[in-house]
């Protein structure tokens, strides 16, 4: 209890950083004024994990689950991050992909208690200010998001809070960063969702999205006022508008302490699965050629780090673009098309147009990514033909959530008759197929970005690079076991994840030595040293 100022009475029930509930000793229930306001029972943490165990699977349905983990974290902070962490593989598809897609639909009706920063169009020029409101003065974590683009759902306003607050209790569970380190932010600057600005009980600035130079000089206001505020806090950018990732990310990369984790921790984990793959495969990384369909900022992010992981290769620039292609709504990406966005025209190549699956039978991809939130566009007749021009496909259907996949584990393993490598952004439950178990890995940016943030604090980096994203992707395909690979899982088992996350902190932190970007010293023991600064929720 040292980590905390001693409380009284009730204030001590209703801290969730303080309380214990049950679990208080008779000395601690004397200490802290306590007698009385429980039961006469002393429980302790594994009983109370117990109770909340039974309960949670007494609920009928995931958006009741989510609800019921949300008012744990509410009271009881420490339980709640035990609950997590002791069964990642059960807890973390509830409190995240993918059933914080229907908690951000549905955010305003099950709104229970504020958590997190909220900025309106109305607060420009108080932002600064405004930040002394924040009750946690160490803030190493923020996590900001627009709204506007929310996992594959599009527009949900300021109901896509439930993005950074998830992330956020991610970076706990899965990495350690301490609780009162973490600051959600929700730059609500209105939606164009019309069913949302006509609901009576939505709680967001209830006009059209704030657009052009207003946008970016209140985005410009907010990171400054962060500078000025928390000078070593890491901002997060999630869930933009492709152009607006894209310009953010751009202007801030080399200014501050900053990454967008659609784009960059995308990439990456579906490197990272990627370079898994090859040893399935048998294809050398250097000898690969890869295809996606979907050409927003979470694909052109994956392939702008592997044209960088090519480079490091041997290969020249226009040779690793020429290993990347790209398939939009129109076709694949070619020279003679005007429509194409500026992150694009890159990865546009001198050829003829082709449609999908004829520019799978032409180019012969090794590996297919999907980055589109547009369910079923990996068909039987996509995964055959994956599976004509390859003996091992890899398949990367990444849309989030679940309902958005491009394809499910279950039909990729069908039509491919059991050969593919299969991962999905979010999970898929072992699939029998013929006789043989197999287990779907999840290309879930939570083995990415947790990593990356302790890494980032405990070396004091000033910047995050690619060669940061490149370490975090190799430590992260390294750990992936051959029986991984048996039972065709790209990824290890997210039980592993605290452990994945050590592994990619400890080789970011020396990444930031090497570039000389830390300002920490470095530590004898690196790995110790992180371990020891990990959040335990156990009391």
Known sequence: MASFKPLKGYRALYHPAFNKSTAFTREERDEY??????????GNQENQLARVLENLRRKSNDIEKFIFLASLHERNERLFYRTVVEHIEEIMPLIYTPTVGQACREFAH?????????????????????????????????????????LGLGDLGANGMGIPIGKLQLYVACAGIVPRQCLPVMLDVGTNNEELLNDPLYLGY??????????????????????????????????????????????????????NDDIQGTASVSLAGVYAATRGTGVAFRDLRVMFLGAGSAATGIGDLMVTAFEAEGLSNEEARKRLNFVDIHGLLVKS??????????????????????????????????????????????????????????VFALSNPTSRAECTAEQAYAWSDGRAFFSSGSPFGPVVHEGRTHRPGQGNNAYIFPGIGLGVIASGATRITDEMFMVAARTLANMVSEEDLAAGALYPPLTDIRAVSLAIAV?????????????????????????????????
């Not at 004024?33 to 002393?42: D, E, H, S, W």
């Not at 932002?127 to 627009?146: A, C, F, Q």
Request: aromatic letters at 10%.
């Open 110 to 150: 099950i709104f229970r208690r504020p958590k997190g920063f909220y900025i309106t169009p109305e607060d420009k020029g108080n932002i600064r200010e405004m930040l002394d409101n924040w009750p946690r003065p160490d803030t190493r974590v923020i996590v900001v998001t627009d709204g506007q683009r929310i």
């Open 33 to 42: 004024g306590l007698r009385g306001l429980l039961p006469y029972r002393v």
């Open 507 to 539: 080789e970011v932190a020396k990444e930031a030595h090497r570039a000389g970007l830390a300002v920490e010293a470095m530590p004898d023991d690196l790995e110790a040293a992180i371990a020891d600064t990990m959040y335990d929720p156990v009391y």
């Open 337 to 394: 098309r005007t429509d194409l966005m500026s992150h694009n025209v890159p990865y546009a190549h001198d050829r003829a147009q082709l449609d999908f699956v004829d520019a799978i039978r032409e180019i012969k991809p090794h590996v297919l990514i999907g980055a589109t939130g547009a369910p079923g566009t990996f068909t039987e007749e996509v995964i055959k033909t994956m599976s004509d021009v390859n003996e091992r496909p890899a």
């Open 206 to 259: 209830p006009h059209k999205r704030l657009e052009g130079d207003a946008y970016f000089e209140l985005v410009d206001e907010f990171v400054s006022a962060v500078q000025d505020k928390y000078p070593q806090a890491l901002i997060q950018f999630e869930d933009f508008l492709t152009p607006n990732a894209y310009g953010l990310l751009s202007k801030y990369k080399d200014e501050i302490l900053c990454f």
